[in-house]
């Protein structure tokens, strides 16, 4: 099985199914020297893990990182970091191997390798993402001081958020359940999942991501450009189904006079574009970076929901994983832009 490592500079291999023995990381490329401890790890996991409100699942999980290697005395070696999390909760027993759940990866898994570990998700679960969450507190540590990435909930079925504070801290947001900084749409939005969980349904929505403070520079103009590579790690998330830089149904729709307002002429900021979303011609150019990720719906819906143990909507779980793949991604930009000049 090919495709479990991302990056390449900084490289990212996630390994671990949802009922093994545990979930878990490995980190190559970090340089030495960044302070580095298994509580920055815990504290991001904690913001990830099951059981966290009665919006998600009950499944009861701690969720502790154990860090086994790449680290000592508190800082990095430039060796390879090791992280894993063990699983206590698994009830595999709620499965059946001879069924295949509509909307999740069973059917099309047994098609590619002719064997499943049919017990929960497996590798597609969302557990999986427990190694992405790690390798993003490491990823954050290399990226200059000051990058300040913020995800947040915009909008859940048809209920969206329209009063938003000019800034916004994790901490701000993660002050709702529902990690909606709008706290009437935080609050129509838990009635609504609360409904849904009762009911055996769920929701899909937007979560929106903000990058401040972040370099000019990073990414390539052709291939590997900083949109095109946010872009694709952010829809290697499971439910996720699409992304976009800025809102480009909007974008697609307004007049070019209009969009194309800017600073021309000679000057530090002469040529940035406001409306570029923080990247133009593939590469940052020091503004926001503003990216729209769209999730379906959860995919256990019916008895299935009711009688187990499930998401009713996996978007305010998946905020720190949102925050991690951008922080990978960046983080990989930046070592690679070292050898840009000489």
């Given at each position: 099985m090919r495709g479990n490592?991302?990056?390449?500079?900084?490289?990212?291999?996630?390994?671990?199914?949802?009922?093994?023995?545990?979930?878990?990381?490995?980190?190559?490329?970090?340089?030495?020297?960044?302070?580095l401890s298994v509580e920055?790890?815990?504290?991001?996991?904690?913001?990830?893990?099951?059981?966290?409100?009665?919006?998600?699942?009950?499944?009861?999980?701690?969720d502790n990182a154990e860090l086994l290697s790449g680290v000592f005395e508190g800082h990095t070696l430039g060796s390879p970091i090791a992280v894993i999390v063990r699983n206590h909760d698994a009830r595999s027993k709620d499965y059946d191997p001879n069924y295949f759940r509509a909307g999740h990866a069973d059917r099309v898994w047994q098609d590619k390798y002719g064997r499943r570990d049919?017990?929960?998700?497996?590798?597609?679960?969302?557990?999986?993402?427990?190694?992405?969450?790690?390798?993003?507190?490491?990823?954050?540590?290399?990226?200059?001081?000051?990058v300040n990435i913020v995800g947040f909930t915009r909008q859940i079925g048809t209920i969206e958020a329209t009063n938003l504070p000019d800034t916004l801290t994790r901490?701000?947001?993660?002050?709702?359940?529902?990690?909606?900084?709008?706290?009437d749409a935080a609050k129509r939005m838990e009635e609504d999942l609360l409904a849904c969980k009762e009911a055996g349904d769920s929701r899909g929505g937007i979560a929106e991501i903000w990058v401040d403070n972040i370099p000019r520079g990073l990414g390539e103009p052709v291939f590997f450009k900083a949109k095109?590579?946010?872009?694709?790690a952010l829809t290697s998330i499971g439910a996720v189904v699409g992304a976009t830089l800025g809102?480009?149904?909007?974008?697609?729709?307004?007049?070019?006079?209009?969009?194309?307002?800017?600073?021309?002429?000679?000057?530090?900021?002469?040529?940035?574009?406001?409306?570029?979303?923080?990247?133009?011609?593939?590469?940052?150019?020091?503004?926001?970076?503003?990216?729209?990720?769209?999730?379906?719906?959860?995919?256990t819906v019916g008895s299935m929901a009711t009688s187990g143990r499930h998401d009713p909507c996996i978007i305010p779980r998946a905020?720190?994983?949102?925050?991690?793949?951008?922080?990978?991604?960046?983080?990989?930009?930046?070592?690679?832009?070292k050898a840009s000049q000489m």
């Open positions: 490592t991302f990056g390449q500079f900084l490289t990212l291999t996630t390994f671990g199914e949802s009922h093994g023995v545990a979930l878990g990381a490995i980190i190559d490329g970090c340089p030495s020297g960044i302070k920055d790890i815990q504290h991001e996991l904690d913001r990830r893990r099951p059981g966290q409100s009665k919006l998600t699942t009950s499944r009861k999980e701690g049919w017990r929960g998700g497996g590798r597609a679960s969302g557990r999986e993402t427990i190694g992405r969450v790690i390798g993003g507190v490491v990823a954050s540590k290399i990226l200059p001081e000051g901490d701000i947001v993660d002050q709702h359940p529902t990690r909606c900084p709008d706290l095109s590579a946010l872009i694709g809102d480009a149904h909007h974008d697609a729709q307004t007049p070019g006079q209009l969009f194309h307002k800017g600073i021309s002429g000679s000057g530090k900021d002469a040529g940035i574009s406001p409306a570029a979303n923080g990247i133009q011609g593939g590469i940052t150019n020091g503004e926001r970076i503003r990216l729209l990720v769209y999730f379906k719906p959860a995919s905020i720190p994983v949102l925050e991690s793949m951008v922080a990978l991604t960046l983080a990989d930009l930046f070592l690679a832009n």
